[in-house]
């Protein structure tokens, strides 16, 4: 477990100098003290951060990140693109997810992302049989995280039906159903296992009834317990309009019709909200997830981050269908596209914060911890004891402050490697990266040859 001293480290209030820290048996911090000298404490290096939650994950889609960019049809859309995921969807196997997941895993902890919460609907066979065991799938994402070493939150997800008038699933969908009682006994089986969280997750609206959706909520295992639950909404203009034209009300206004949303809820996207809705959001506790690289990808729209900040909302960073694997890049894309639509410049920071990479890095953390299920985020006593070390010898960070090291790495350093990366108080990744990087991207090639053959 991990225990020294660092020139420099980025708490919850800021960057502070001497710092020692200390994890403990359960991975853990149990020690974090600002304003100390070294006395012979192990060096963990100069400027030190806690590591990013990345907040949502379809690992399977890493196998075809890149690969849908070129001219299909006049009208090219997230609803064609859809498609496209489906045929991909429909082909891989356990083993091949765990290939796919664990490459994966190791490409984001080299990126400085030390956990991730994998929103995990490829439950079934092709035919939509249950594997023997039904876990197969999820059980490779598990492997796949303890292998690569990041932090698992498993968010097994309810699909069940195509549209917001029970159209029913199509053939291409039926590896994502569950009956609800059926999804219940899925996710009770998954609790206790070691290692990982295990959240739970609604596909969207669309995708689940009213009925279904009271009795998951209403069922102790959600009811009773703090798990995590995960909901993608408002992504679309199209899916806002179906929910109109069927309900009357906006999707983000429905959920908050049928559900009690508080701190345990991550509302993925809600990329399409008004000013009442952004206030009811902001207001909840909700946290609100992310992934601009994804969805600029998929031409969803804008999120008004400025506005939520403003009304004191809680946000974390995803990196969903993986075409982006850095969480820099994520961040980046949230001011710029600020920048870009105020015609400013460091539109996420004010007089009293003033550093835009401290203000991203800081409350992305925080959000993305809590969308994880972690009471506590960041170097503190209690939560996860999980860092990241800046290569001080890249010459982008030269005769850098900590502040100016951060936004160096952040903004300009996209080749900067990190000197390492550690989760759950153990070292996982070093400046030449994943220890099993070599191995496992030969798997990666073989798996990516049969599903692209
Ligand atoms: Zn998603």
Do not use: K
Request: proline share 5%; with cysteine; charged share 25%.
């Amino acid at each position: 477990m991990i225990e020294g001293w660092c020139e420099h480290a980025l708490l919850p209030s800021g960057w502070h100098s001497g710092v020692r820290l200390r994890a403990g048996a359960d991975g853990r911090w149990q020690e974090v003290v600002a304003g100390l000298p070294r006395e012979g404490l192990p060096l963990l290096g100069r400027y030190l951060l806690p590591g990013m939650p990345n907040l949502h994950s379809h690992a399977f889609q890493r196998a075809m990140a890149g690969r849908a960019e070129r001219y299909g049809r006049p009208d090219d859309s997230f609803w064609t693109w859809r498609e496209e995921m489906y045929r991909h969807a429909g082909r891989i196997s356990p083993e091949q997810l765990h290939v796919i997941a664990r490459w994966l895993y190791a490409e984001l902890v080299e990126s400085g992302y030390t956990r991730v919460a994998e929103f995990h609907y490829l439950h079934h066979g092709p035919d939509g049989h249950p594997y023997a065991p039904p876990t197969a799938m999820a059980d490779a994402l598990v492997a796949a995280a303890a292998d690569a070493g990041i932090g698992l939150t498993l968010l097994p997800v309810l699909y069940q039906r195509g549209g917001f008038r029970e159209e029913p699933l199509a053939e291409r969908q039926r590896r994502f159903a569950f009956a609800t009682e059926d999804f219940l006994e899925f996710l009770a089986g998954l609790d206790g296992r070691a290692g990982i969280r295990v959240g739970c997750a609604i596909h969207s609206l669309r995708a689940v009834g009213d009925m279904a959706l009271a009795r998951l909520l209403g069922d102790p295992l959600i009811a009773s317990t703090r798990r995590p639950i995960h909901i993608h909404i408002a992504e679309q203009r199209a899916e806002v309009e179906a929910c109109l034209a069927v309900h009357g009300r906006r999707p983000i206004e429905r959920l908050f019709d049928l559900a009690r949303v508080d701190r345990r809820w991550c509302l993925v996207h809600a990329t399409h909200l008004d000013d009442a809705e952004l206030a009811q959001v902001a207001a909840s506790g909700a946290v609100v997830g992310l992934c601009p690289t994804t969805e600029a990808n998929l031409g969803d729209g804008l999120f008004p981050l400025a506005a939520l900040r403003r009304a004191g909302g809680a946000w974390g960073i995803g990196s969903d269908s993986h075409v982006g694997i850095d969480p820099r890049e994520e961040l980046r894309w949230l001011e710029y596209q600020a920048r870009l639509g105020s015609l400013g410049r460091t539109v996420l920071a004010d007089g009293g914060r003033p550093e835009v990479a401290v203000n991203l890095w800081g409350e992305a953390v925080a959000g993305g911890a809590r969308a994880l299920g972690a009471d506590t985020a960041g170097l503190v006593v209690g939560a996860d004891a999980d860092w990241l070390v800046l290569e001080e010898d890249d010459p982008v960070l030269a005769a850098a402050s900590p502040e100016s090291a951060l936004s160096a790495w952040m903004f300009a350093g996209a080749r900067c490697r990190l000197r390492e990366v550690g989760v759950a108080g153990r070292v996982v990744a070093d400046a030449g990266g994943h220890p099993a990087r070599e191995r496992w991207a030969l798997d990666y090639r073989r798996v990516m040859a049969e599903l692209h053959a």
